[in-house]
């Protein structure tokens, strides 16, 4: 069986930056959920997608980790669509469909950058033990901020906004893979630390706690959820736009443009970025 595959950056403007994707556009109907697994721990990228259906203006793909399924994603989410829509597989804009469900997208091929509509954000429970928290990525509690909460908030996948003081502090935090794993099985969301740079600017990190990765350099599932904790509170010129960097800590700088608009009680969430299609190659198998 050969099976082809492109290599995608996503949420940057140049190659060889931003977050790493491998998308098999169009995979056999027989294909299994463990051999579409072990492709994506062969790849070792964050994420790997698989294209079941596209035509018209819909697809329908699956998302891995190297070490398991994902219901959504953002920036393969964005990076698929761009695959798809550059081989005229589907149209812009077009419908992406998950296990999380149905997501719209738009690809302008020209300016090679996309724009994903996220799902409504679900603020879950704020979580109590800051220490815990700030220990899980070698912080101090007092590195954090006290006027504001650290809480889950999910488009699709949660992930828990932790806000730190200054990007300084942000730049001294690291992963401590045991306590991320128990705030995680706590909470069920993946930390998302932060600092707030200025109105529109925001420059944050995600801690992984067992998806094999790590650092993750770019995290549209979790910028999509940090503008609407953002707009609740009036900070960094949301609701309106901004944009996120991340990745420069493991040398992959990316840029998630965020854009929320509405109220409290019905955020539009819209999480964009460069991509750019930067190889191919298939599997025998």
Not at 67 to 74: C, H, K, N, S, W
Not at 106 to 121: N, V
Not at 231 to 236: H, I
């Amino acid at each position: 069986m050969r099976i082809a595959f492109r290599l995608v950056d996503v949420f940057t403007e140049e190659p060889l930056a931003g977050n790493q994707l491998c998308v098999f556009p169009e995979v056999p109907a027989d294909l299994d959920a463990a051999t579409m697994q072990a492709l994506a721990r062969e790849i070792g990228f964050s994420e790997t997608t698989f294209v079941q259906e596209a035509a018209a203006d819909r697809y329908r793909m699956r998302i891995f980790t190297p070490d398991e399924e994902l219901p959504f994603a953002g920036h393969p989410t964005l990076g698929t669509a761009f695959v798809l829509v550059r081989e005229g597989r589907v149209t812009t804009p077009s419908i992406q469909t998950t296990e999380a469900g149905e997501v719209p997208v738009e690809i302008d091929l020209d300016s090679g950058f996309g724009w994903m509509q996220q799902l409504p954000p679900v603020f879950g429970p704020i979580v109590e033990d800051r220490g815990l928290v700030a220990s899980a990525i070698g912080l101090e509690t007092q590195d954090l901020v006290d006027e504001l909460p650290v809480r889950s908030v999910s488009t699709g996948l949660a992930h828990l906004m932790v806000p730190v003081r200054d990007e300084a502090r942000l730049r001294r935090a690291s992963r401590d893979g045991r306590q991320c794993l128990e705030v995680y099985q706590r909470t069920g969301a993946a930390l998302y630390p932060f600092a707030l740079r200025g109105d529109g600017d925001v420059v944050a990190r995600m801690f992984d706690p067992l998806l094999g990765i790590g650092e993750d350099p770019a995290t549209g599932s979790a910028a999509g959820p940090l503008g609407a904790y953002l707009a609740s509170f009036g900070l960094a010129g949301l609701p309106g736009r901004a944009v996120v960097a991340q990745g420069e800590a493991v040398q992959r700088p990316s840029f998630l443009h965020v854009d929320v608009q509405g109220s409290h009680d019905a955020w539009r969430v819209r999480v964009g970025g460069g991509v750019r299609v930067v190889g191919d190659g298939a599997f025998e198998i």
